[in-house]
């Protein structure tokens, strides 16, 4: 019985390591012009309270005191303390939608894969015509 249990154990294992390569293999790359996402109310709030923390706590280097601290003061607000981050994470949120509208259209209309192809190609034809002119592997050989 135990070598049975041990042989699907096994099978399963080999076929979970299949599916994960098979998931790197099919990941999508991320567009780097691509927005990024708005922070939320409480990344607007942290972003004010870093600065606080640091002046009254030079000497502390930890990233994990800064956020729990930052954190723990964001639970005791009310309701009213909130409202200004909240405010500005909305208006951040608008602007973000407005950005994401105009990316998608560029997208639909392909014009940016247009210029990135042709940016591509041209320095493909400045890269041959060194090659060619051997001006830069000659000087590697000496």
């Known amino acids: 019985m135990k070598g049975g249990n041990s042989k699907s154990q096994s099978r399963n294992a080999a076929l979970s390591v299949n599916k994960r390569k098979v998931t790197k293999k099919e990941k999508k790359v991320k567009d780097p012009n691509k927005p990024k996402r708005p922070a939320s109310a409480f990344f607007v709030f942290m972003?004010?309270?870093?600065?606080?923390?640091?002046?009254?706590?030079?000497?502390?280097?930890?990233?994990?005191?800064?956020?729990?601290?930052?954190?723990?003061?964001?639970?005791?607000?009310?309701?009213?303390?909130?409202?200004?981050?909240?405010a500005k994470a909305e208006k951040r949120k608008v602007e973000y939608e407005k950005t994401m509208k105009a990316y998608n259209k560029r997208q639909a209309e392909g014009t940016k894969a247009d210029e990135e192809e042709s940016e591509k190609s041209m320095s493909e034809v400045n890269n041959e015509e060194e090659d060619e002119d051997g001006s830069e592997e000659d000087e590697d050989d000496d």
Do not use: C, M, T
């Not at 923390?53 to 956020?67: D, R």
């Open 47 to 86: 972003e004010e309270f870093r600065k606080q923390y640091k002046e009254k706590h030079p000497n502390n280097k930890s990233v994990a005191a800064v956020g729990k601290a930052g954190g723990d003061k964001w639970k005791s607000l009310s309701d009213d303390e909130k409202a200004p981050y909240i």
